[in-house]
């Protein structure tokens, strides 16, 4: 079982920049792939950027050069940086954690992007 904590969300004009971060508890962090997800009103939940266990990353084309993950195994933390933010970045981020056949989510982040 794992606990997933995202904070970082908030509100942040366009062209800016925000980093979320995702605290994970309850079982060995490092084994398991993580990634960002996010859901805005009225859209199927899609995905933004995965990082496996051995680090290897992988970007949706919509953030490509945009957006980073990345994971810090002995903070058992992952972070979305995110810059040169569009208003349709706008929507509820939740972290995700992957092993095998299981799945766990994170309650949600909401990011909005508005002058």
């Known amino acids: 079982q794992v606990q997933l904590v995202e904070s970082g969300g908030g509100l942040v004009r366009p062209g800016g920049s925000l980093r979320l971060s995702c605290s994970a508890s309850?079982?060995?962090?490092?084994?398991?792939?993580m990634g960002w997800y996010r859901q805005a009103p009225g859209k199927q939940r899609e995905m933004v950027a995965t990082i496996t266990s051995g680090s290897d990353t992988n970007y949706a084309d919509s953030v490509k050069d945009r957006f980073t993950i990345s994971r810090d195994n002995a903070k058992n933390t992952v972070y979305l940086q995110m810059n040169s933010l569009k208003p349709e970045d706008t929507a509820v981020y939740y972290c995700n954690a992957v092993r095998y056949s299981d799945w766990y989510w994170g309650q949600g982040t909401q990011v909005t992007v508005s002058s």
């Open positions: 309850g079982s060995i962090f490092s084994f398991y792939a």
